[in-house]
Nanobody, 124 residues
Framework: QVQLTESGGGLVQAGGSLRLSCAASGRTFSPAAVGWFRQAPGKERGFVAVITWSIGYTYYDDSVKGRFTISRDNAKNTVYLQMNNLQPEDTAIYYC?????????????????WGQGTQVTVSS
């Protein structure tokens, strides 16, 4: 079993930055991809970014392109989400998830493991 633990959330003013971490523990961690999702109050959980574990291919939702950067440290079994120029609309609970398969990365259906989430609040 794989456990994912997010950290790094908090309260920040608009224009500020945060770096989220997603640490994996448990059995040998070698997913196909790790993604970040977010869920704002009253909204469905939505895709933010994804990175493939082997070659580091990345893909972002249009709403975060140019502001967020996803990266990984394979030796530490950790994926990061650097978030710059945060805006109030980025306020949400952020979740990381790991996918064993190669489909469903963007709609969330392809992930096998999910973290518990970390709150990001951006004040105006």
């Amino acid at each position: 079993q794989v456990q994912l633990t997010e950290s790094g959330g908090g309260l920040v003013q608009a224009g500020g930055s945060l770096r989220l971490s997603c640490a994996a523990s448990g059995r040998t961690f070698s997913p196909a991809a790790v993604g970040w999702f977010r869920q704002a109050p009253g909204k469905e959980r939505g895709f933010v970014a994804v990175i493939t574990w082997s070659i580091g291919y990345t893909y972002y939702d249009d709403s975060v392109k140019g502001r967020f950067t996803i990266s990984r440290d394979n030796a530490k079994n950790t994926v990061y989400l650097q978030m710059n120029n945060l805006q109030p609309e980025d306020t949400a609970i952020y979740y990381c998830a790991a996918a064993v398969g190669v489909s469903g990365w963007y709609n969330g259906k392809g992930y096998d493991y999910w973290g518990q989430g970390t709150q990001v609040t951006v004040s105006s």
